[in-house]
């Protein structure tokens, strides 16, 4: 595994609404399956769960809600992360496999 770090920027997405940044944690592992359905987030494990986290507006993140749904997956928490659009905006980082 190897990590990137992206600029963070605050974006709209292209219907206008403002985007955050939010963690879903999902109760267990998640499989190739998982994988590949969540490639456009950051994944990190914990041991015990799977973090997953990206920049999503309001339609985004019911998508990828439905996304565990459609899998499967236990939902353990989602949390709106502070905003990244302050003076004190760190880069995003990313785990690609490698």
Do not use: K, W
């Not at 190897?2 to 999902?26: F, K, L, N, W």
């Amino acid at each position: 595994m190897y990590i990137v770090r992206a600029p963070v920027a605050c974006v709209r997405s292209e219907a206008g609404m403002r985007t955050h940044r939010y963690q879903i944690t999902i109760n267990g592992g998640l499989g190739e399956a998982g994988r590949e359905a969540f490639a456009d987030f950051g994944i990190e494990s914990d041991g015990a769960n799977i973090v997953l986290t990206g920049d999503m507006d309001q339609a985004a993140l019911h998508g990828a809600l439905a996304r565990i749904q459609a899998l499967g997956l236990d939902l353990a928490e989602v949390r709106r992360l502070a905003d990244s659009c302050g003076p004190d905006a760190q880069p995003a980082t990313r785990r690609r496999p490698g």
